[in-house]
């Protein structure tokens, strides 16, 4: 089955570039999903993307998929303390119904 | 558009008892999934629906249970609750019949339990 791993922690100085890791171990078919949350708060989804992709950008956000090695990162472009949470990494396989999560990166912003 | 609607967002209950949560997706949305979130664990799938009906279930005793209704509101009960069963409840939905594959899926600010 899907078994989704992240480092626990990284943190960063503002206006820096912040990569966020994560590993995930089934080579079917999966989507992978990064995943924000607050504290207090619930989940935001910030994007996703297909295991056959190896790329997206969205503003911000670029998401790198290395297929060959299961790795997938979020990279955050000029990192605020706004950007300070813990972020998930989560994949879906087809007709599973259920994201596995990863345990979450907590991301640290420092002025 | 609104979100994705959990009550109550905070309970207490005693050791014992039983609780309901309800969430409602975003309009047009069939699919609800829950997931409890603790410390120790993270987050565990529960259970997903899609029209009424249960489509999977994790790894959760039997004392942990769920519903659809046809506006595709959803509620999950937990009875003869134990003090680790305390845990942020989140609940998901999404539009697509593939659930979690391929479909942006949205959590709402969950329900937060903690039992004594």
């Known amino acids: 089955g899907e078994d989704v791993e992240q480092s626990l922690f990284l943190s960063v100085r503002e206006g820096d570039s912040s990569v966020i890791n994560c590993t995930y171990t089934d080579s079917s078919s999966t989507y992978l999903y990064w995943y924000k949350q607050e504290p207090g708060a619930g989940l935001q989804l910030l994007t996703y993307i297909f295991s056959n992709m190896d790329m997206k950008q969205d503003q911000r956000l670029t998401v790198l998929l290395n297929k060959k090695d299961k790795h997938l990162s979020l990279r955050i472009a000029d990192t605020q303390t706004g950007d300070s949470a813990i972020y998930f990494c989560a994949g879906s396989l087809r007709s599973s119904y259920k994201l596995i999560f990863g345990s979450g990166t907590r991301l640290l912003v420092r002025p | 558009k609104a979100g994705v609607t959990q009550t109550p967002r905070y309970l207490i209950k005693t050791r014992g008892q039983q609780v309901t949560l309800s969430c409602s997706p975003i309009?047009?949305?069939?699919?609800v999934s829950w997931y409890q979130q603790t410390p120790g664990q993270g987050l565990q799938f529960l259970f997903e629906?899609?029209?009424?009906?249960?489509?999977n279930k994790g790894n959760f005793p039997g004392r942990f249970s769920g519903r659809q209704f046809s506006n595709s509101r959803s509620e999950m009960n937990v009875s003869t609750l134990e003090l680790g069963d305390s845990a942020l409840y989140l609940c998901?939905?999404?539009?697509?019949?593939?659930?979690?594959?391929?479909?942006?899926?949205?959590f709402g600010e969950g329900s937060w339990l903690t039992v004594v």
């Open positions: 998901a939905s999404s539009t697509g019949t593939s659930g979690a594959f391929g479909n942006t899926i949205y």
């Open positions: 629906y899609f029209s009424e009906t249960q489509r």
């Open positions: 309009s047009g949305h069939r699919s």
